[in-house]
């Protein structure tokens, strides 16, 4: 038989996969991928239901349901000031990962180069290949996982067309403050690139920090393409309901690849998001105070066990450094926790295509129930 793609020839299996089917196999408690082990609010199930009994069970406009598409457009109006037509700017997606995939294939030609921030999400290599395109990795300095503006200037040549922002950023847990944002919008519009900002963690912030949407910056709102995903605001990732909200022409190029890779997206869940939405300011306090608890409780106990790092300020994850307590990198220490400790976690140098960084730290996920929390650091204790 003939081969392949040669798109996918170098393709490996995602890490997060490989790690959830190792913890399986190791009977290991999973902090590693990135999904609650718990279930979201009872109210928005029922309102799935209801849609369900209501007769919303048949193909939505490809483009996402009406309701849908107007509450996207009045929270982004209500929390940013930002104004996105729900007509000609606002996309529903099969989750974030499928927005990012047509914000790619739809912008990008062979040979354009896409800087990509490390560490990142791994799904934006994959697009960028799949669409010809070249990652050019910058890397996110650790410990605070700042950008050097200059290393990010000459990493921009006149190939570069787009650039991926992750803000609140996963795996790091970071929180971009303004002056950061203004310094990376600065050089996009100086070379004339589009930016496509993944915040799916928009409302899991503490701590006083703020979100800070990239489209909000002067400048920005016509380049900025933002993605973001109701699965990681109400705790339903299986849901998989995403959405991008760009200029008329970015919009129309996503749609033309989005009617042909999944064209509609599920209508009852898409009508409970729709109400879910409208209820943001009275569910959103309890979401945010639920995750903190988690990350404090989890943060306290990594601190008795002698790892030292700065507590998050945005998502539910913790990059931890291990050095202190291994000298194996991420990889082969990701592996002995899975297999010794029964812990499993995500090796971050899987985020990475510059810097040896990763090597150094373990990804941790929180957003897990009290006694999967409690089990895992038992088990963490035997270190």
Same mark, same amino acid.
């Given at each position: 038989?003939?081969?392949?793609?040669?798109?996918? %020839?170098?393709?490996?299996?995602?890490?997060?996969?490989?790690?959830?089917?190792? %913890?399986?196999?190791?009977?290991?408690v999973n902090l590693g991928q990135g999904f609650p082990d718990f279930d979201g609010p009872d109210w928005l199930k029922e309102v799935a239901y209801k849609k369900m009994q209501e007769g919303h069970n048949q193909y939505a406009p490809f483009h996402g349901t009406q309701n849908l598409r107007q509450e996207i457009s009045h929270y982004y109006k209500n929390f940013y000031a930002l104004n996105y037509d729900p007509e000609t700017e606002v996309t529903v997606?099969?989750? %974030?990962?499928?927005?990012?995939?047509?914000?790619?294939?739809?912008?990008?030609?062979?040979?354009?180069?896409?800087?990509?921030?490390?560490?990142?999400?791994?799904?934006?290599?994959a697009s960028i290949k799949m669409a010809g395109g070249i990652p050019v990795p910058v890397t996110m300095h650790a410990p605070d996982f700042t950008i050097d503006l200059k290393e990010l200037e000459a990493a921009i040549t006149p190939r570069t067309k787009l650039l991926i922002l992750n803000n609140p950023h996963n795996p790091t847990g970071k929180v971009w403050d303004k002056s950061e944002l203004m310094g990376v919008s600065q050089?996009?519009?100086?070379n004339d690139l589009y930016l496509l900002s993944d915040e799916v963690y928009e409302f899991l912030v503490f701590d006083g920090a703020k979100h800070i949407p990239t489209a909000t910056l002067d400048g920005m709102r016509e380049r900025t393409i933002t993605v973001s995903s109701a699965g990681k605001t109400f705790g339903l990732t299986g849901w998989k309901i995403g959405w991008i909200c760009a200029n008329p022409s970015v919009t129309r190029a996503c749609r033309l690849v989005h009617?042909?890779?999944?064209?509609?997206?599920?209508?009852?869940?898409?009508?409970?998001?729709?109400?879910?939405?409208?209820?943001?300011?009275?569910?959103?306090?309890g979401f945010v105070e639920l995750y903190k608890g988690k990350r404090d409780q989890f943060y306290g106990e990594l601190k008795k066990l002698g790892f030292e790092f700065s507590i998050p300020k945005g998502t539910y994850f913790m990059m931890v450094?291990?050095?202190?307590?291994?000298?194996?990198?991420?990889?082969?220490?990701?592996?002995?926790?899975?297999?010794?400790?029964?812990?499993?976690?995500?090796?971050?140098?899987?985020?990475?295509?510059?810097?040896?960084?990763?090597?150094?730290?373990?990804?941790?996920?929180f957003a897990k129930k009290d006694e999967t929390i409690k089990s895992a650091v038992q088990n963490l204790n035997r270190l």
């Open positions: 038989m003939k081969d392949t793609a040669l798109r996918v %020839a170098d393709f490996k299996d995602s890490i997060f996969g490989v790690i959830s089917r190792l %913890a399986r196999e190791h009977q290991a997606t099969v989750g %974030a990962t499928e927005a990012i995939y047509l914000v790619i294939t739809g912008l990008i030609n062979p040979g354009d180069e896409v800087v990509v921030l490390e560490p990142f999400y791994d799904s934006y290599v050089l996009v519009m100086k009617q042909y890779v999944t064209f509609a997206v599920s209508t009852p869940m898409q009508e409970a998001v729709a109400e879910g939405l409208k209820r943001l300011p009275d569910y959103l306090p450094p291990i050095s202190k307590h291994t000298s194996l990198n991420d990889v082969d220490f990701a592996m002995k926790l899975i297999k010794e400790y029964k812990v499993a976690t995500v090796p971050p140098s899987a985020f990475y295509l510059k810097s040896t960084e990763g090597e150094k730290f373990l990804r941790f996920c």
